[in-house]
């Protein structure tokens, strides 16, 4: 399986922006979609964003639709989570994911293969 590290991270202000990175090991990257969830303190994990093997298929969550934008360089082995218009909401541990080969619900977790360790998002109103 693919090791997933996340980073990028940070304390930002309301309607600030903050971009994630999720860089794989491997040369087998290019053959996984990839999604990042979040998951708040005592909550269930929930995805946030994902997008396709190939990169010509995304998903948002609609509370994100229109702020994040999910991205891959399969050359740099590396998928970013830009996040705009950042609210106080949105501050949790963000994850990032690489889905089974055969998956068939990109908002399920069981879906998911391998699991980076998590970058903290904190936004302050």
């Known amino acids: 399986q693919v090791q997933l590290v996340e980073s990028g991270g940070g304390l930002v202000q309301a309607g600030g922006s903050l971009r994630l990175s999720c860089a794989a090991s491997?040369?087998?990257?290019?053959?996984?979609?990839i999604g990042w969830f979040r998951q708040a303190p005592g909550k269930e994990r929930d995805v946030v964003a994902a997008v396709m093997w190939d990169g010509t298929s995304t998903y948002y969550a609609d509370s994100v639709k229109g702020r994040f934008t999910i991205t891959r360089v399969n050359t740099k082995n590396t998928v970013y989570l830009q996040m705009n218009s950042l609210k106080p909401e949105d501050t949790t541990v963000y994850y990032c994911?690489?889905?089974?080969?055969?998956?068939?619900?990109?908002?399920?977790?069981?879906?998911?293969?391998?699991w980076g360790q998590g970058t903290q998002v904190t936004v302050s109103s």
């Open positions: 491997g040369r087998t990257f290019s053959s996984y979609a």
């Open positions: 994911a690489a889905y089974r080969t055969s998956f068939s619900n990109v908002r399920s977790v069981d879906q998911v293969g391998s």
